[in-house]
């Protein structure tokens, strides 16, 4: 079992920044791959990145604008969300992927709002 809490995210204004974090803990060892998912109101969740070992992954909507990181020591992933846009206000995720199966974290609300 993996647990996972997010902190990070709020409320901020189209073009602003947020910084995400997933802090992962328990059977750690068996991670392979961590990711970032969201889920607007109305919209099926969608991959926003993911990080393993060959490398990193994101979805269409949000490349060049954001950043994920991932610390193995810590078993902690960030997400740097830069230049913001109303579109993005979601529900984030953050996913944990072992060869047991897929771990959630509770989800942290993005609002991007003027």
């Known amino acids: 079992q993996v647990q996972l809490v997010e902190s990070g995210g709020g409320l901020v204004q189209p073009g602003g920044s947020l910084r995400l974090a997933c802090a992962g803990s328990?059977?750690?060892?068996?991670?392979?791959?961590m990711g970032w998912y969201r889920r607007a109101p109305g919209k099926q969740r969608e991959m926003v990145a993911t990080i393993a070992s060959g490398g990193t992954n994101y979805g269409d909507s949000v490349k060049g604008r954001f950043t994920t990181s991932r610390d193995g020591g810590e078993n902690t992933v960030q997400l740097q969300m830069n230049n913001l846009k109303p579109e993005d206000t979601a529900v984030y995720y953050c996913?944990?992927?072992?060869?047991?199966?897929?771990?959630w974290g509770q989800g942290t609300q993005v609002t991007v709002s003027s």
């Open positions: 328990g059977s750690i060892f068996s991670i392979s791959a």
């Open positions: 996913a944990a992927f072992t060869a047991g199966g897929t771990f």
